[in-house]
Structure formats: structure tokens, C-alpha cells
């Protein structure tokens, strides 16, 4: 499995941003996928998780109300849709994808993508 972040950039507060990552290989359809966050100078941390039907999503508590995590038709992309965006989501987004997989734990996911910039600023 091979990952593909992109759709980072520049917003002001209160903006929205959609992150993409584009998956390849056999399995990527059938593997829980998760966005992390790192920001300057601190641990990396989860963001969202959604299973490999897309039945299922879970969030950190920071930003429910605010993103949705969501899978494409065709199960190759997962994207972020963040809202109402804050200086403190300023951070390195990555995705990260694994069979069996779903949940907050960054121990359980086999692949990660190289992380695309979220800066949240006036």
C-alpha cells in the first residue's frame, strides 16, 4: 500500500480545507485508514479514523463538529473536510492506512503517507 497526501495550504480562521489521500495497491480497499496531525514542536496525535466500509468514523474531541473523515465511491481516496478552522490546527496531516486497523492508536498502522501542511493563520 502506497499513500498520497495532498490538499494542504494557507487559511485563515473559520476557513475550510478538504485533504486527500490517494491509496494504491490491492488491499488499500480493505484497510482502515486515519488522519494524524503533527504540530511544531509536538507529539504527533490522531485526528479522525474511518473503517474500510466507511460505515464507521471516530474523532478526536477537538475537532468533532468541525472535520469529516469520508471515503471515495471507489475506496482509493480518503478525504478530511475541515471546517471552521483554528490557529491550533496548524499542523503536518498525515494519512495512515492498515487492515484492522480503526482507532486512535498510530501503533496499529502499517502505512504512512509523506504528510501535507495545514497552516491556520490571519
Known amino acids: 500500500v502506497q499513500l498520497q497526501a495532498s490538499g494542504g495550504g494557507l487559511v485563515q480562521p473559520g476557513g475550510s480545507l478538504r485533504l486527500s489521500c490517494a491509496g494504491s495497491?490491492?488491499?488499500?480497499?480493505?484497510?482502515?485508514m486515519a488522519w494524524f496531525r503533527q504540530a511544531p514542536g509536538k507529539e504527533r496525535e490522531f485526528v479522525a479514523a474511518?473503517?474500510?466500509?466507511?460505515?464507521?468514523?471516530y474523532y478526536t474531541e477537538s475537532v468533532k463538529g468541525r472535520f469529516t473523515i469520508s471515503r471515495g465511491n471507489a475506496k482509493n481516496t480518503v478525504y478530511l473536510q475541515m471546517n471552521s478552522l483554528k490557529p491550533e490546527d496548524t499542523a503536518l496531516y498525515y494519512c495512515?492506512?492498515?487492515?484492522?486497523?480503526?482507532?486512535?492508536?498510530?501503533?496499529?498502522?502499517?502505512?504512512w503517507g509523506q504528510g501535507t501542511l495545514v497552516t491556520v493563520s490571519s
Open positions: 474511518i473503517n474500510w466500509s466507511g460505515g464507521s468514523t
Open positions: 495512515a492506512a492498515g487492515p484492522g486497523s480503526y482507532g486512535h492508536d498510530q501503533r496499529m498502522y502499517h502505512y
Open positions: 495497491g490491492r488491499t488499500f480497499s480493505l484497510s482502515d
